[in-house]
């Protein structure tokens, strides 16, 4: 028999914590426990950083850092707007097949700030946005995904 896990849908309080908060949702830990893990909230000023907020945020190594102590990796995927060649030949095509079964972590174009990106969960059903302005649980369809990162448990 298989067991689903139920997942919770985590908001964001800012704009540049929807990394953060999709790590929790698949932990299944709040942004707190997230936080006292990485020894930060984020919301230290940065001027040199390039997100409009200008604030410190979470890097990827942080996020993936907590992901692995909590048993979980995330797979690769292409970055589906670049085109993927074969020995330089233009004309090859290949055929990538992702199971949209299995829950995973995408980026997307962000609805809020043109230009850059948002990471949001997909449960295996529903999408789970961050974005206090989305529903919990959104359809795949309503997004432009970039990258999939299928999670894995170790």
Same mark, same amino acid.
């Given at each position: $028999?298989?067991?689903?896990? #139920?997942?919770?849908?985590?908001?964001?309080?800012?704009?540049?914590?929807?990394?953060?908060?999709?790590?929790?949702?698949?932990?299944?830990?709040? $942004?707190?426990? =997230?936080?006292?893990?990485?020894?930060?909230?984020?919301?230290?000023? !940065?001027?040199?950083?390039?997100?409009?907020?200008?604030?410190?945020? =979470?890097?990827?190594?942080?996020?993936?850092?907590?992901?692995?102590? #909590?048993?979980?990796?995330?797979?690769? !995927?292409?970055?589906?707007?670049?085109?993927?060649? =074969?020995?330089?030949?233009?004309?090859?095509? %290949?055929?990538?097949?992702?199971?949209?079964?299995?829950?995973?972590?995408?980026?997307?174009?962000?609805? $809020?700030? !043109?230009?850059?990106?948002?990471?949001? =969960?997909?449960?295996?059903?529903?999408?789970?946005?961050?974005?206090?302005?989305?529903?919990?649980?959104?359809?795949?369809?309503?997004?432009? %995904? #970039?990258?999939?990162?299928?999670? %894995? %448990?170790?």
């Amino acid at each position: $028999m298989t067991v689903l896990r #139920r997942y919770k849908t985590i908001k964001q309080r800012d704009d540049y914590s929807c990394f953060a908060c999709c790590a929790c949702m698949i932990t299944g830990e709040t $942004m707190k426990q =997230f936080v006292k893990f990485v020894g930060h909230d984020g919301s230290e000023s !940065s001027p040199d950083e390039s997100h409009p907020s200008k604030c410190r945020g =979470f890097t990827d190594r942080e996020v993936v850092s907590y992901l692995v102590d #909590r048993g979980y990796a995330l797979g690769t !995927s292409p970055e589906w707007h670049f085109p993927i060649h =074969f020995n330089g030949d233009p004309n090859e095509t %290949i055929k990538i097949e992702i199971p949209i079964t299995e829950p995973a972590l995408l980026l997307v174009e962000s609805e $809020m700030l !043109s230009g850059y990106f948002h990471v949001v =969960f997909w449960d295996g059903q529903w999408v789970r946005d961050p974005n206090p302005k989305r529903p919990a649980k959104s359809k795949l369809g309503e997004y432009k %995904i #970039r990258e999939w990162s299928q999670v %894995i %448990i170790l």
